[in-house]
């Protein structure tokens, strides 16, 4: 886990929620970065899945037993996904090793259609967080994000416990942290 440097910030990287954080949207979230500039930033909350599959949610989309999670709270009208297989998918884009975010929607269903993807190849968001030029920034001054290296277990692994098991990864203080129950208010 690292010190709250801008520098740090890049696509690949996670954002880890501090423990205290309430906004309902990142309580104990952890983000995978996809993209980090001066325009702003944007990711998806990896531990955050919504009880249905892609199909439920999108009647013209091949019969597919993938999970769905909630992405962020912007534009939750839209899908985005990251997957596995590269440049497979025409323009798709490399997070991190192994991870690609986006490519040619046609082409993903036709990939389905013909069992060359499967499930555990793909992780489907409904929405994304964003953040504006320098927003992310100051919410990091305020000690509200905490950050790690991302890799292909954090986000195609088990991630029921995700923000804990990320944190105790860190080990030393941040161990610690992964103990602190969740603050139930009255």
Not at 19 to 41: A, T, W, Y
């Amino acid at each position: 886990m690292s010190d709250n440097k801008e520098e740090e910030l890049e696509s690949g990287k996670l954002l880890v929620a501090e423990p205290f954080l309430m906004d309902p949207n990142f309580k104990r979230g952890v983000i995978l970065l996809c993209d980090h500039q001066e325009e702003g930033s944007f990711g998806f909350i990896l531990n955050k899945p919504i009880e249905m599959n892609i199909s439920d949610l999108i009647s013209s989309f091949p019969e597919f037993k993938s999970e769905v999670y909630y992405g962020g709270p912007v534009q939750t009208d839209t899908i985005h996904y990251l997957h596995t297989k590269g440049s497979l998918l025409p323009n798709s884009v490399k997070v991190l090793s192994g991870v690609y975010w986006g490519g040619d929607f046609d082409q993903l269903k036709s990939f389905i259609e013909l069992g060359k993807i499967q499930p555990e190849d793909i992780r489907f968001f409904v929405g994304y967080a964003g953040w504006s030029p320098g927003q992310l920034h100051e919410e990091r001054k305020l000690l509200s994000w905490m950050t790690a290296d991302g890799h292909f277990d954090y986000i195609f692994g088990d991630n029921k416990e995700l923000w804990k098991n990320v944190l105790e990864e860190q080990g030393g203080v941040y161990s610690v942290i992964a103990q602190i129950p969740t603050p139930i208010l009255n």
